[in-house]
T-cell receptor, first 115, second 118 residues
Framework: DAGVTQSPTHLIKTRGQQVTLRCSPKSGHDTVSWYQQALGQGPQFIFQYYEEEERQRGNFPDRFSGHQFPNYSSELNVNALLLGDSALYLC??????????????FGPGTRLLVL | AQKITQTQPGMFVQEKEAVTLDCTYDTSDPSYGLFWYKQPSSGEMIFLIYQGSYDQQNATEGRYSLNFQKARKSANLVISASQLGDSAMYFCAMRASPYGGATNKLIFGTGTLLAVQP
């Protein structure tokens, strides 16, 4: 049973560039969430996708956008990168949003460094 | 406002002993979910245990148990018989959307770094 996968594992970009991170959910899961984890902090919710639509968004600027594909995989795009965007980006998948099925399973993350 | 508080930045425990990691939460929703995750230095968040707000019994998963005290709004994680591989950062999290709501966004605490000593 394949877990959540993310690519790439590491990425180095310069300020002003754009980046795309990719995520494949756990088999059978239809909901994908993205989180940003700065060094020494807990993850912060960016947004969540279900049925190819953004269902909820956290307190992140419009430079952060996403997409979900018919196979439930997802992309996170960040435009006009800032130094402060350097973080671990975590993707999580779940099946539904109630009871134990709401449990989110996380991928290994993508470490983004903006220089 | 919904919030998770973990007051222990770091803890030490001897191998084979039990340890309790503290977590308090704040929410006005009658239905919520509480989670504990383990994050080793590799970065991946590993799900440990789930407790629903309407669950009558404390959740258990192997060596992990969740001491759920609803009136005190606490959800402490108990790890029995600690192992060296338990050394990691531990995060308490809460589903921050109402039951039956459109999403299951999680909010996290600041984490507790656990070090297991031989």
């Amino acid at each position: 049973d394949a877990g959540v996968t993310q690519s790439p594992t590491h990425l180095i970009k310069t300020r002003g560039q754009q980046v795309t991170l990719r995520c494949s959910p756990k088999s059978g899961h239809d909901t994908v969430s993205w989180y940003q984890q700065a060094l020494g902090q807990g993850p912060q919710f960016i947004f969540q996708y279900y049925e190819e639509e953004e269902r909820q968004r956290g307190n992140f600027p419009d430079r952060f956008s996403g997409h979900q594909f018919p196979n439930y995989s997802s992309e996170l795009n960040v435009n006009a990168l800032l130094l402060g965007d350097s973080a671990l980006y975590l993707c999580a998948s779940s099946l539904g949003w109630s009871g134990p099925q709401e449990t989110q399973y996380f991928g290994p993350g993508t470490r983004l460094l903006v220089l | 406002a919904q919030k998770i508080t973990q007051t222990q930045p770091g803890m030490f425990v001897q191998e084979k002993e039990a340890v309790t990691l503290d977590c308090t939460y704040d929410t006005s929703d009658p239905s919520y979910g509480l989670f504990w995750y383990k994050q080793p230095s590799s970065g991946e968040m590993i799900f440990l245990i789930y407790q629903g707000s309407y669950d009558q019994q404390n959740a258990t998963e192997g060596r992990y148990s969740l001491n759920f005290q609803k009136a005190r709004k606490s959800a402490n994680l108990v790890i029995s018989a600690s192992q060296l591989g338990d050394s990691a950062m531990y995060f308490c999290a809460m589903r921050a959307s109402p039951y039956g709501g459109a999403t299951n966004k999680l909010i996290f605490g600041t984490g507790t770094l656990l070090a297991v000593q031989p």
